[in-house]
């Protein structure tokens, strides 16, 4: 990232936090010694690297942050949702948009990781061990995104001058081991007798150690399986580390990662007062949650004038968006206005653990069981009814047509039912899991879009039209965001260097939409 940059934006995101440290050191040491001993200096920057994880209105980000930064990147090329503006010549129909891809890039820099380096500074000329452990976790969280998005970043260097990029592998490591020190150091402070930290300040646990081991743990196996397909012994050795840690995995959605309590979920907006609505629920949603005639569809949707959930195909061409929005009421929009923020739930490790025994790793139980508990656990968080007869379904998806009366039809994605199967292939019960595992974690586009690469399934729709001029295969879809246009020339020597490990990683086709991330191996 160009350090320039990175400068301005991390000293802006984090002004009236830390420029005060040297004033009050030099001027005030009494009233600086204070704010260390009550946690007050470390826990605002903490709290300002939480608000990072998933973007919200917060005072110092929008609602549009959010929208450019996932609903009209990881959110569309998930198929959770449809944007519902311009003409189609967009990251929906893979003609990519700078000003939305780089959203990601650069406001994570600016208000992780600026602050995260004031905050280790700070912890570690003090010792705050327990501190530093936990803003460790929160970095990984959030910074794990950004290498999803775009492959090699600059992440072992940010504290330096040179913020080179790191191969995505290097990343990915230097992230496990961070979670393997940082969970050994909170296993340390709770088994010592330590219950809270910080608990003014975070925002998530309340400074709850244990549940921020639970959570630790939790992130880990989802990493770890993230790179079953570059290193599937490396995989399995850290996701067998988090279900031997004697605090375990979050297995109750009373230990959800959960940012709840906001004023409302920034889709809220999006689909509300953006253009009298600028996202609706996208095909791939509607074909599944139809299909099944999911308990959940009306809890994650809002029925359209005929009672239906219906949704909209990326990559269509219209001249008119009217019909689709919200004023007409014939196509579904999200039900956004409670949603709570949720970074990792219990529902997501039971499929992780699910897919871990299926490969024969010990994951504490049976894979048909894990599977079964992540669907109850999605069920009882969304609080919908029918859980025992989804269990034993065996509705397939439903095939899309665009209700509003355009072209856009499309067969069904899948024959994969809610059953499980113990007779089923490995790629059987693959795309079962993975299929709950998507439902499950809507409307976090992030994780649902870099589970869809890896896994390859569900399977979604393809969008109406292919506007990449071939940089992009239709059938393989959106692969990575591209690097800012303006590294290009501002940090040129940074973006070569990525652009170059992209490629050594598999990435051949270079900073595309097309080009796969080291983790992303399975075969097409």
Known sequence: MNTRIYKALAAAAILTVVSCVPKFQDENNAHYEQLLEDNTLVGSLFQQME???????????????????????????????????????????????????????????????????????IAEENQFDTQLAMG?????ASMHMVTDYYGPIAYTSTGSLSNTYDKQETVYKTMLQELDESIATLEESANGGMTTIMDESDIVYAGDIVKWIKFANSLRLRLAMRIVYADESLAKTEAEKSLASSYGVITSNDDNAVVSGVDHHPLYEINVNFNDADTQIGASLDCYLNGYNDPRKFLYAIAANDGQLHGVRP????????????????????????????????????????????????????????????????FEQWGASGVSAYLTSTATPAAFKDVVGSASVATAPSTVTPAWSESASLEGKLEKI?????????????????EYRRLHYPKILTPANNYSNGTVNTDQQIRRATYPISEQTDNRQGYEAGVAALRAEGGTAGDTAGSRLWWDKKPF
């Open 434 to 450: 993975g299929t709950q595992k998507w439902l499950a974690l809507f409307p976090n586009g992030p994780e649902a879009w870099a």
């Open 51 to 121: 608000r990072s994880v998933i973007f919200y209105r917060d005072g110092q980000y929008l609602d549009s942050d959010y929208q450019i930064m996932y609903n009209l990147c990881s959110e569309t090329w998930a198929g959770y949702l449809a944007p519902t503006l311009g003409d189609g010549h967009n990251n929906s129909g893979f003609q990519i948009n700078d000003g939305w891809t780089r959203s990601m890039f650069v406001n994570k820099y600016a208000y992780c990781m600026g602050a995260f380096n004031d905050f280790k500074a």
């Open 315 to 378: 990559g269509i061409t219209v001249s008119n968006w009217d019909p689709y929005k919200n004023k007409a009421n014939n196509v579904s929009a999200p039900r956004a206005r409670n949603f709570d923020i949720v970074w990792l739930n219990a529902a997501e490790v039971a499929f992780l653990r699910a897919e871990g025994a299926v490969r024969g790793w010990n994951m504490g139980g049976a894979a048909k069981a894990l599977y079964e508990d992540g669907i109850r656990l999605s």
């Open 136 to 140: 460790t976790i929160v970095k990984v």
